[in-house]
């Protein structure tokens, strides 16, 4: 009944831009944590941005740090990521994630929700 869905990806050219969205619904997310991850073919899932609902601080990966806008609604259910100057090694499926279930050194590692994915592939 908890859901996360995530839009917004698909194919662009490198220096392009695309806006992922992820809306939750089933219950309430205002203040809880909600997280852009991402996965490279190979690769591990590791986060791109984060926004704390209680704290209402953002966290951007130091790899996506002025080409990447995390916002999130009043209401607190839906996360934005605009994603500017994309470049090929941008390329991997992006997942929404909320509500941490465990913190460890001041860091969210395991998230209760997850989106089904949103494929991004950038061209150069």
């Known amino acids: 009944q908890v859901q996360l869905v995530e839009s917004g990806g698909g194919l662009v050219q490198a220096g392009g831009s695309l806006r992922l969205s992820c809306t939750g619904s089933?219950?309430?997310?205002?203040?809880?944590?909600m997280a852009w991850f991402r996965q490279a073919p190979g690769e591990a899932r590791d986060v791109v941005a984060s926004h704390s609902g209680s704290a209402n601080r953002t966290e951007i990966a130091v790899s996506v740090k002025g080409r990447f806008t995390l916002s999130r609604d009043n209401a607190g259910n839906t996360l934005y990521l605009q994603m500017d100057r994309l470049e090929p090694e941008d390329t991997a499926d992006y997942y929404c994630?909320?509500?941490?279930?465990?913190?460890?050194?001041?860091?969210?590692?395991?998230?209760?929700?997850w989106g089904q994915g949103t494929q991004v592939t950038v061209t150069s």
């Open positions: 994630a909320a509500v941490c279930q465990r913190v460890a050194d001041s860091k969210c590692v395991e998230y209760r929700y």
């Open positions: 089933g219950r309430s997310f205002d203040t809880y944590t």
